[in-house]
Structure formats: structure tokens, C-alpha cells
């Protein structure tokens, strides 16, 4: 879908349509697509956000290379199949120069295959899976992906927490659980923790009382639970209702308002992972809340809204650097990026195409999420 006056309308999302308008030959087409409908829509909503206020602000400041950026917005709708054909429609119907998503690691997988064969850059916003920018070198992300949460959540337990003895609960069907397990393992180890029990689920399971009985059994001071937070708030209660009381704490696919509204008190003093903060000192950070805030009446944005903003922001500076959307050139500028000032601290692209930036540590206190640091491993 094209964004309308209407569409916007429908979606709560109302502004000033010259912001994307104008002849072809006077703008700058980028794509933008995401699941802003079904399950997933959370997370491309939020995503959504922060690049329509990256491009508000890039046009209200004279556009990029002297000409508007239009952007183009589709809807994968949380289907799996969509992503790739939104990624044809971009490619040759819209002659777009870059595209910015998806979030849901699957979905960029889905699409990144069309735009390396087209030679289109496309930066994935939160799609953590290695395999990602693995596909070709016209893929990046600007999020870290799922073995830096890994490492950081190691460093953090051990030399924040000063944790000796953790168990591990993995969702066995997510590879983002899968994933984040095994780099925690091999970097809690090595920095001289003990692993002393790793149980497993499915995703969607309800009931993990077996399994955490077995962790409490085993001695463990603390549980790593690396899958979602419908899950995880459930091994929460479960975890507290049996007497655990140790420190729990997952990677970024805990964050979400769901996971207190599911775990209730079982979630406070819980800990995870995530890209961002709004709390972060950082003023950069700050400066970003506060223009936020004021565009969309008072809404605190989220790690992936943030990270939609920077996805942007940093395409913009690489055309500049470029000083040409020709495809390798722009390519080559993304490529390129070093010490790039994103809204949550420096980001640099290595040599893979992955961002290399600090993980946010956030603690649940009060019902509210709470910066506690960040955390370069």
C-alpha cells in the first residue's frame, strides 16, 4: 500500500502530506516496509514512527542532495510470503533507491534476496539473526545482532550481577532463543560462571513448572530465559510461585508492555536486553525523546521506534557522504559508516554489515522500564 491522507488517517498517523509528495524527478524514493497489521504489528508500528520523523525532519531542513526523500510505505501484514513481494513491488514498480525494514528477522530474510539481486541497499531495523546481512553486500542492519545480546547479557551477569551459577531456559523452535543460549554459554564460561542446567521449550508452551523445578534443583542463583515474552513472563510467575528467588532476566524479545501486563509482580527486578533507551543519560538520546514526544503527543518511544529513526537517519548521511543515491556508490558510503552519531551512542558498520553499538540493559522496577546501563563486550 502507497501512504494516503486516508490511510494515515485510519491509522492515527495524520501529517502534513507534502512531506512525501512531489514529481519523481524532484524526490528521493526510499521504501519502507514492516508488519503494521497482525501479530507482529507492534513492532512495525513503533518502527514506523521513528522513520516518518526522520524524513518529517531530513525535508524540513531542505531534503537530502537538494531534493525531498518521498517514502513509500508497505504492510507485510505479519504474513509470511508478503515481505518478498513487497520487496518486487519496490524493486520495479517503484524504482525506490533503498529500502529501511523489516523488523521480524524472517521477514527481512524474505526480502533481502530481491534487493541484493537488484542492487539495492536495504538496512534491516530490527532483524537480529546473523543470517540476515549474510545473504549480500547490499544488506546491512542497524540493530546488533543476536550473539552481541548474548555477550552482553554474559558480561553484565557476571560483572554487574556478580553471578557465579545460572541455568539457561531456551525456546528450542526460535532460533533467536537458540542463538542468544549458545553465545551466553560460551561467554559466561569463559569469563569463569557456571552453566548448572539448561532446559528447553517450545514456543507457545504455558507450563514450565517441570523444567524450573528441575533449574532450582540444580542450585541456580539466577535463569537466563532467551525466548519471547509471552513465555518468558510466564516462567516469571512460575519461577516465583515455586520459591525461586533469584534473578531472571532475557534478551530484547522480553521488551514490550505485555510482559508486565502477563507477568504482573513476578516481573519486577527482571532484566533484559534491548537496542535502546529512553532513559539513557546519552543527550543525544534525550534530544531524540524530547522531539519524539513533541511529534507524537507525548508518546515515549521504544527501542524499536528508535531504532527506525536511526535506520533513517543514517541512509540520509550515507547519501550525503556518496553525494549520490547511484546504487554501488551508496552501497560503498553504508559500508563505510564509522563512528556515525546515532540517537543511542556511535555506530559503526563492520566489515559483515552489522552495527556495532551498545546494548542497553533495562531493569523492570515499579511496573515501569528502567535504564540500568550500557554494555559494550
Known amino acids: 500500500m502507497r501512504i494516503t491522507p486516508r490511510l494515515l488517517t485510519t491509522l492515527g498517523l495524520a501529517f502534513a502530506t507534502a512531506t512525501f509528495a512531489g514529481a ?3 524526490t528521493i524514493k526510499i521504501g519502507e516496509y514492516g508488519a503494521f497489521t497482525g501479530a507482529n504489528a507492534d513492532f512495525g508500528i513503533a518502527a514506523r514512527k521513528g522513520v516518518i520523523l526522520a524524513v518529517e525532519e531530513a525535508n524540513a531542513a531542505g531534503g537530502v542532495l537538494g531534493k525531498k526523500i518521498e517514502l513509500l510505505i508497505e504492510d507485510n501484514q505479519s504474513k509470511q510470503g508478503e515481505s518478498a513481494t513487497i520487496a518486487k513491488k519496490f524493486v520495479s514498480r517503484d524504482k525506490v533507491v533503498a529500502v529501511l525494514g523489516g523488523n521480524i528477522s524472517n521477514h527481512s530474510l ?60 531456551t525456546s528450542v523452535n526460535n532460533a533467536y532463543s537458540v542463538g542468544l543460549s549458545k ?4 561467554r559466561f564460561t569463559a569469563a569463569g560462571g557456571t552453566i ?19 533449574v532450582k534443583a540444580a542450585g541456580a542463583e539466577a535463569i537466563l530465559h532467551s525466548g519471547n515474552y509471552t513465555e518468558g513472563a510466564l516462567i516469571c510467575k512460575q519461577a516465583r510461585a515455586l520459591g525461586f528467588t533469584g534473578a531472571l532476566f532475557g534478551g530484547d524479545a522480553w521488551e514490550g508492555p505485555d510482559l508486565v501486563a502477563i507477568g504482573g509482580a513476578a516481573v519486577e527486578g527482571t532484566y533484559y536486553s534491548t537496542h535502546a533507551s529512553s532513559e539513557s543519560p546519552n543527550p543525544a538520546t534525550q534530544a531524540f525523546v524530547k522531539r519524539y514526544q513533541a511529534r507524537w503527543n507525548g508518546e515515549t518511544p521504544n527501542a524499536t521506534t528508535t531504532l527506525g529513526y536511526e535506520s533513517a537517519i543514517l541512509l540520509f548521511d550515507a547519501m550525503r557522504r556518496a553525494g549520490t ?27 559483515k554489515r552489522n552495527a556495532s553499538k551498545p546494548a542497553m540493559i533495562i531493569v523492570v522496577k515499579d511496573g515501569k522500564f528502567k535504564f540500568v546501563e550500557a554494555v559494550q563486550p
Open 325 to 351: 543515491t547511484e546504487s554501488a556508490a551508496l552501497r560503498d558510503a553504508l559500508a563505510a559508516t564509522k563512528d556515525f552519531p546515532g540517537v543511542t551512542g556511535s555506530i559503526t558498520i563492520d566489515e
Open 24 to 26: 519523481a524527478e524532484d
Open 183 to 186: 553465545v551466553f554459554r560460551e
Open 196 to 214: 548448572v542446567a539448561e532446559q528447553k521449550h517450545n514456543e507457545g508452551d504455558k507450563d514450565f513448572r517441570a523444567q524450573l523445578t528441575a
Open 110 to 169: 524474505e526480502a533481502a534476496p530481491v534487493y541484493q539481486t537488484a542492487k539495492i541497499p536495504m538496512i534491516a531495523i530490527t532483524s537480529t539473526n546473523p543470517r540476515v546481512t549474510e545473504i549480500g553486500n547490499y544488506i546491512f542492519r542497524v540493530c546488533f545482532i543476536d550473539p552481541f545480546q548474548g555477550a552482553a547479557l554474559a558480561k553484565f551477569a557476571r560483572d554487574t550481577l556478580k553471578l557465579q551459577r545460572v541455568a539457561i531456559l
